[in-house]
């Protein structure tokens, strides 16, 4: 993550220096605003009084969104102390959607393990049982794939000068395969797939999927996510694009939008920022 933590401040100072009345018009000058914001305010009495009272199963929200970052050893950064347990309790409801359909579930993108933690963890307030069986993770665990003209986005220049154009570079917010291996031990028969998509698809039975949890970040991978896994989707199956409002990575919308508006897919867009198709 110190990767990522410098870049973030090196676009602050750029917005900074530029003195531009506009710059707080761009996405990612208006999230480096709230970043500062976040760091000053009560955000663990703001996260209390929103969701202290929403439960998964026996869990409060909460407490299975920490569990899930102790078993990843993952932290959240102010900016994220409300977006990360909003965005969680949805997936989680897609999730539990999705068990009481056939067909197999999937993560691409799984970086430390915390989303994959979580799932499993809130399907076993379902079924006491659970051992994960039937959740694939896919990942390199090398990181970001290279990104391409799709993936940049705008910040302001100095002063009097154009707008810059940036993506984050192949390799950031890497892990290790051990993190999310570590992250979901309780489980294990979750299923992993190491390797670049589209690649890594061939190694994955064939079958048909009830859920898949797009976090691959950029826009190639994005739409060989959805290219695979769309046409493979179950009746009342569920696809989650998490990337989709992220100011980071604009590619993952490029990418999601391209593919929905060639094919007339319908999905819905919620104010986390995360995309679905529910398949109907």
């Not at 990767?3 to 761009?26: H, I, N, T, V």
């Not at 999937?106 to 979580?118: D, I, K, M, P, Y």
């Not at 707008?163 to 291996?181: H, I, T, V």
């Amino acid at each position: 993550m110190s990767m990522l933590s410098g870049f973030l401040r090196s676009l602050w100072r750029s917005q900074r220096r530029s003195g531009d009345p506009e710059a707080d018009e761009f996405p990612v000058a208006r999230q480096q605003i709230a970043k500062r914001a976040h760091a000053r305010a009560p955000m663990a009495e703001h996260a209390r009084i929103l969701f202290d009272d929403i439960r998964v199963g026996e869990w409060r929200l909460p407490e299975i969104v920490a569990r899930a970052l102790a078993d990843s050893d993952a932290l959240v950064p102010p900016l994220k102390a409300l977006h990360r347990p909003l965005a969680s309790y949805l997936l989680v409801r897609y999730y539990l959607h999705a068990l009481a359909l056939q067909g197999a579930r999937a993560e691409c993108g799984v970086f430390q393990g915390t989303s994959a933690s979580l799932l499993c963890h809130a399907a076993r307030t379902v079924d006491a049982a659970h051992d994960g069986s039937g959740l694939h993770l896919i990942d390199s665990f090398e990181g970001l794939s290279a990104p391409g003209e799709q993936d940049r986005f705008s910040l302001p220049g100095a002063a009097g000068a154009p707008a810059q154009r940036s993506a984050l570079p192949q390799g950031s917010l890497s892990a290790a395969e051990e993190y999310a291996r570590r992250a979901v031990r309780e489980f294990p028969g979750v299923a992993f797939h190491k390797g670049w998509i589209p690649q890594v698809f061939g190694a994955l039975p064939a079958q048909q999927w009830s859920f898949v949890h797009i976090d691959v970040d950029h826009y190639q991978p994005t739409y060989d996510c959805l290219a695979y896994f769309q046409p493979r989707l179950v009746r009342g199956g569920v696809i989650v694009c998490d990337d989709f409002g992220a100011p980071l990575f604009p590619g993952a919308a490029r990418a999601w939008t391209r593919y929905c508006g060639e094919r007339d897919l319908a999905f819905a867009v919620l104010d986390t920022g995360q995309a679905v198709i529910l398949n109907l």
